[in-house]
């Protein structure tokens, strides 16, 4: 792989420092969604199999499921973060009961105008 390619990666996907405004957000979040449902489906197809490839692959599904998990937490914090809110709230989400709600009011919030305890505003580089 491109190593360009794997920083913006870790940047994009993985950082929990700086700002994310709805926007990015929004679409960051369904290019997850997209890659954990194929991969909650393979993980199923694979279930019923018992040979080893069948395996090794639902291994290695299972591994970028979580990868994905932790993808989504990051990108929930940076949210957070552009609502000058600690990222730390993004544990809400694990309460199935506040989930719905959660993500209603990150993707719905404004963030905060300007800089913030976070960092700078992301709208303002925009053009």
């Known amino acids: 792989m491109n190593s360009d390619f794997i920083q913006m990666i870790k940047r ?11 926007k990015t957000y929004f ?5 997850l969604v997209v890659i954990e449902c194929i991969l909650f489906v393979l993980i199923d197809e694979l279930d019923t199999r018992s040979d080893d490839f069948s395996l090794i692959l ?17 990108l929930d914090m ?5 609502l000058d809110k600690s990222g730390y709230f ?3 989400s694990l309460i199935p009961a506040i989930t719905p709600f959660l993500y209603l009011y990150l993707f719905l919030m404004p963030g905060t105008k ?7 505003d992301p709208l303002e580089n925009t053009y």
Do not use: E, K
Not at 14 to 22: E, I, K, P, Q, V
Not at 63 to 73: G, P, R, S
Not at 78 to 82: G, L
């Open 12 to 22: 994009d996907y993985f950082s929990y420092t700086g700002r994310l405004n709805r």
């Open 27 to 31: 679409i960051r979040s369904l290019v």
């Open 58 to 74: 639902m291994l290695l599904s299972f591994i970028l499921l979580c990868l994905c998990i932790v993808a989504d937490f990051m």
């Open 78 to 82: 940076r949210r957070f973060h552009d």
């Open 90 to 92: 993004a544990l809400l």
């Open 114 to 120: 300007g800089a913030n305890q976070y960092g700078n």
